[in-house]
T-cell receptor, first 117, second 116 residues
Framework: GAVVSQHPSWVICKSGTSVKIECRSL??????MFWYRQFPKQSLMLMAT?????????EQGVEKDKFLINHASLTLSTLTVTSAHPEDSSFYIC?????????????FGPGTRLTVL | AQTVTQSQPEMSVQEAETVTLSCTYD???????LFWYKQPPSRQMILVIR??????QNATENRFSVNFQKAAKSFSLKISDSQLGDTAMYFC?????????????FGTGTRLQVTL
């Protein structure tokens, strides 16, 4: 149980275009989803927290107009990188948390590698 | 603000041996959770073990166990009978008990290599 998927697993796009990444909880309802960014050989950096049906809460220094997050249902959250630039290239990971199977544990997706040319 | 420190950037252990990864944290909270996550080369974050701060008993999951010292704010992970599949990056993480807004604070990670 507690499986989280992400799509796509990797994406290459041209500078200036927008890219959407989906995060789904497959076998549980995710009342809260989190989006992280991870640079090579570094730890995870929290970008934003989203609760179903509410606006996302962004961490300090994260541009909310550039990284649009939508959490429209209890099983789906999306991250849209708008007008992507090479410096946005990174590994993006989502996690989900709900009342079950454990209200205090985040379950992670497999990540999405974004390369902006 | 909470901080998590992992002082061992890299460690190596031979197959079947035991290894301990260290983690310390700083918080003024009294009720919180601690986690160890594993990130293998596939980069999928996998929950290894979790510990509630109010529980004195150390958590165990098969070959994985923790040594939780609340007063010292220490949370080390012991891997027994190490296997090649244990090769991964290990992250220690802290979370306060504040409901749905709870966020994880990660350490910088320890890269573990299991050798033959």
């Amino acid at each position: 149980g507690a499986v989280v998927s992400q799509h796509p697993s990797w994406v290459i796009c041209k500078s200036g275009t927008s890219v959407k990444i989906e995060c789904r909880s497959l076998d549980f309802q995710a009342t809260t989803m989190f989006w992280y960014r991870q640079f090579p050989k570094q730890s995870l950096m929290l970008m934003a927290t989203s609760n179903e049906g509410s606006k996302a809460t962004y961490e300090q220094g994260v541009e909310k107009d550039k990284f649009l997050i939508n959490h429209a249902s209890l099983t789906l959250s999306t991250l849209t990188v708008t007008s992507a630039h090479p410096e946005d290239s990174s590994f993006y990971i989502c996690s989900a948390k709900g009342p079950y199977p454990s209200a205090d544990t985040q379950y992670f997706g497999p990540g999405t590698r974004l390369t902006v040319l | 603000a909470q901080t998590v420190t992992q002082s061992q950037p890299e460690m190596s252990v031979q197959e079947a041996e035991t290894v301990t990864l260290s983690c310390t944290y700083d918080t003024s909270e009294s009720n919180y959770y601690l986690f160890w996550y594993k990130q293998p080369p596939s980069r999928q974050m996998i929950l290894v073990i979790r510990q509630e701060a109010y529980k004195q008993q150390n958590a165990t999951e098969n070959r994985f166990s923790v040594n939780f010292q609340k007063a010292a704010k220490s949370f080390s992970l012991k891997i027994s009978d190490s296997q090649l599949g244990d090769t991964a990056m290990y992250f220690c993480a802290f979370m306060t008990n504040t409901g749905t807004a709870s966020k994880l604070t990660f350490g910088t990670g320890t890269r573990l290599q299991v050798t033959l």
